[in-house]
């Protein structure tokens, strides 16, 4: 799965789904996380549940938003 893919999955969800999604997950691992497919180097890890993306010094890309009414 390409970056663009993660991102494109991830403004899909709705974000009370998404939060959610992101809330069970939990703490990542992101040695134990799929490697999103880029031109660039190093590739970006992500979480196939919530659509999660870091870089490999694990800033979030996409962090997931608190829906107001939560």
């Known amino acids: 799965m ?5 991102f494109q999955l991830a403004a ?3 974000l009370a ?12 691992d992101l040695v ?3 490697t999103a497919a880029t031109a660039g180097a190093p ?3 992500y979480c196939p549940d919530c ?11 996409n962090e997931p938003r608190r829906p107001d009414d939560v």
Not at 17 to 28: D, L, N, S, T
Not at 51 to 61: F, H, I, P, R
């Open 2 to 6: 390409t970056l663009e893919e993660v």
């Open 12 to 14: 899909a969800m709705s």
């Open 17 to 28: 789904a998404r939060w959610q999604i992101w809330q069970f997950c939990g703490e990542h």
């Open 32 to 34: 134990t996380l799929p």
């Open 43 to 45: 590739p970006p890890k």
């Open 51 to 61: 659509m999660t993306a870091w870089t490999t010094s694990g800033g979030v890309l």
